[in-house]
């Protein structure tokens, strides 16, 4: 869990979000798309032996690029992988003609958290909307959706994920994704051994997040955790001018200790480099974060390699929450075509508040720049790279604006943009994930006797990161699967989707909803196909760049939709309403007309 600190921001304040709470009361939510996972069959069901053949494959620890390549699987396991001349398929396998694919390992993602969905409403430690809507709703709504959420992770190409702390519910997540052939593996931490308290968290009970303030108080929770099994046990080590850094150092060696004698690993939260610092001397087996506050020195990358520590850096979650609250998520187009179009939809809810902004909170919130809030933490990425320690990706999916399953492809773009080679950076999310679950063994490479769990691109991702989102089939537990059965978004995700494409100003993301001869009819101008759309909205958004669009209102009636929407911040200030009906047929908006009210 990555904590945020209202007070270093610079943009919009607690005080400003929460301004006219009573205007909020009448926000409408979304809570009534309901989740319908689909009936999917796996491409090889039925079949005791398959075999994928003519891919280039990336094969082994180092991830050897192998051209015309055959990969057998053999129940949920990989039989043989090589050259196809070298491999024999035996006789009545079902061949999958893979030719001018790329199989790489599954991705793991090392770094999530179930307990928070991505949206506005998941973190009230950080911004208090319960007035909004409740944060029992939010955490019922969480675990409603847990099975779309799963099919998601999947979707993206991603079959094993650590969910790196949460309440003790995490373990019954464990258990849910390891009955379901449409979920990812899922390592999990229980509660969090912190220095701070969020007891706002448990509102039923089971907190996420335990402040302990003596070693033995750190034993009692960790051989609590260790009855079930915990894949770790993670500490939450804040630093505040209240809670300096040093003082949490006895709660550490206690929970380290203990941890040890339970035959447990240890992931601790840090933020900072004397905080990191003091964690790795402890003995934490996992850094959870990168250093954000400074580079790192000679001594403390001697210090992660002598004693062998994981870093799973998380470079992009503290921009996530800066760029949301500053009324401008930071969305890719993954992020508005994967994840939960609800989830999605929260992110643009603070610019639904009253408003009362003066010009400089909003010049302020204009000024929010993730990248240089993820400067340091790039370089000491590259400098950690270069000097050998293990590196796992990983995203803090969960948190506020970063999203669940999407999210690891902008983390991955950015680990390049660090100066990390693409193939390492594969590594990082395969190899090195599975070393970060302790299943190095059967996970993370492609090779003999370990786990079918594969990944096809149509794209090669050593040519560019981003192909990395090509996803033609997913392979788990040797069952492969088209990404796209996996989640069939309802014609009531399809408009929200059409909305969050609008307010993150994305004409492609937009476009990319309709079908082949979809059509526009906007206010009486009729613009026909994709392309036409796309560009039709950008240039819409040029002339409009803060233009916004709010839901007051949503009725369905099978494959028809319609969204009564406030449409505001056009560029001469003006606003109106106006009613949206979009028309679905199959997997894409077949037509949308809009009707200006008033």
């Not at 196809?84 to 030719?99: C, E, H, K």
């Not at 506005?120 to 709504?141: C, G, M, N, S």
């Not at 509102?203 to 960790?222: E, F, N, Q, T």
């Not at 505001?568 to 606003?575: P, T």
Request: proline share 6%.
């Amino acid at each position: 869990m990555c904590l945020y600190d209202l007070s270093d921001f610079t943009g919009i304040t607690r005080a400003d979000a929460l301004k006219s709470l009573a205007a909020l009361g009448s926000l409408p939510l979304l809570g009534g798309i309901a989740p319908s996972p689909p009936e999917v069959s796996p491409v090889n069901n039925g079949a005791a032996v398959t075999a994928l053949v003519g891919a280039t494959a990336f094969l082994g620890d180092e991830l050897s690029i192998v051209h015309d390549s055959t990969i057998v699987l053999r129940g949920n396991r990989i039989l043989a992988a090589g050259p196809s001349d070298s491999v024999l398929v035996p006789s009545g396998a079902q061949r999958i003609t893979v030719r001018d694919k790329f199989v790489l390992p599954g991705l793991i993602d090392s770094h999530v958290h179930f307990f928070q969905s991505g949206g506005l409403f998941t973190r009230p430690d950080i911004i208090d909307l319960r007035a909004v809507r409740p944060y029992t709703e939010e955490l019922a709504w969480i675990d409603a959706h847990l099975d779309d959420t799963f099919a998601r992770y999947l979707r993206a190409g991603i079959t094993s994920v650590s969910d790196v702390g949460g309440p003790f519910w995490n373990y019954d997540v464990r258990a849910r994704a390891a009955r379901m052939p449409l979920a990812p593996r899922v390592a999990a931490a229980g509660p969090l051994i912190s220095s701070v308290d969020r007891s706002i968290l448990s509102p039923h009970g089971d907190p996420p997040i335990v402040k302990i303030d003596s070693p033995d108080a750190a034993r009692a929770l960790v051989r609590r955790e260790a009855q079930y099994q915990t894949d770790f046990v993670k500490m939450w080590w804040i630093v505040t001018k209240d809670h300096p850094a040093a003082a949490f150092v006895p709660v550490a060696h206690a929970t380290v200790a203990e941890s040890r004698a339970q035959a447990l690993r240890v992931a601790i939260h840090a933020l900072e480099l004397e905080t990191a610092r003091l964690a790795a001397e402890a003995g934490t087996d996992v850094l959870v974060h990168s250093v954000f506050d400074k580079d790192v020195d000679d001594a403390f990358v001697a210090l992660l390699k002598e004693r062998n520590i994981i870093l799973c850096p998380t470079i992009r979650v503290l921009g996530g929450y800066e760029t949301t609250l500053a009324e401008r998520p930071e969305l890719s187009i993954q992020d508005l075509r994967l994840a939960n179009p609800e989830t999605v939809g929260t992110l643009f809810m603070l610019a639904d508040l009253s408003g009362g902004e003066t010009p400089s909170q909003l010049a302020a919130a204009q000024r929010v720049d993730p990248a240089e809030r993820r400067a340091a933490a790039m370089r000491n990425l590259r400098r950690l790279h270069d000097a050998g320690v293990t590196i796992a990706a990983g995203t803090d999916a969960g948190n506020i604006g970063t999203l669940h399953a999407s999210s690891l492809y902008a983390e991955l773009e950015t680990m390049v943009q660090s100066g990390v080679p693409e193939r390492d950076v594969l590594i990082m999310a395969t190899l090195n994930g599975a070393k970060h679950m302790a299943r190095d063994r059967e996970l993370g490479t492609i090779a003999p006797g370990k786990l079918a769990d594969l990944v096809v691109l149509d794209e090669n991702p050593v040519d560019d990161i981003r192909n990395i989102s090509s996803v033609g089939l997913v392979v788990k537990d040797g069952r492969a699967y088209h990404p796209g059965d996996l989640v069939r978004d309802t014609p009531e995700q399809l408009a929200q989707r059409h909305v969050n494409a609008f307010n993150a100003h994305k004409p492609a993301a937009l476009a990319e909803l309709y079908s082949p001869d979809g059509y526009v009819d906007d206010r009486g101008t009729v613009v026909r196909t994709p392309q036409r759309i796309d560009e039709y909205f950008a240039s819409f958004f040029a002339r409009n760049p803060i233009v916004h669009a709010k839901i007051t209102a949503r009725t369905s009636h099978g494959s028809r939709v319609t969204l009564r929407q406030q449409i505001s911040s056009l560029h001469d200030g003006s606003s109106f309403e106006e009613d949206a009906t979009f028309s679905v047929s199959g997997a894409f908006i077949a037509g949308s007309r809009t009707h200006q009210l008033g």
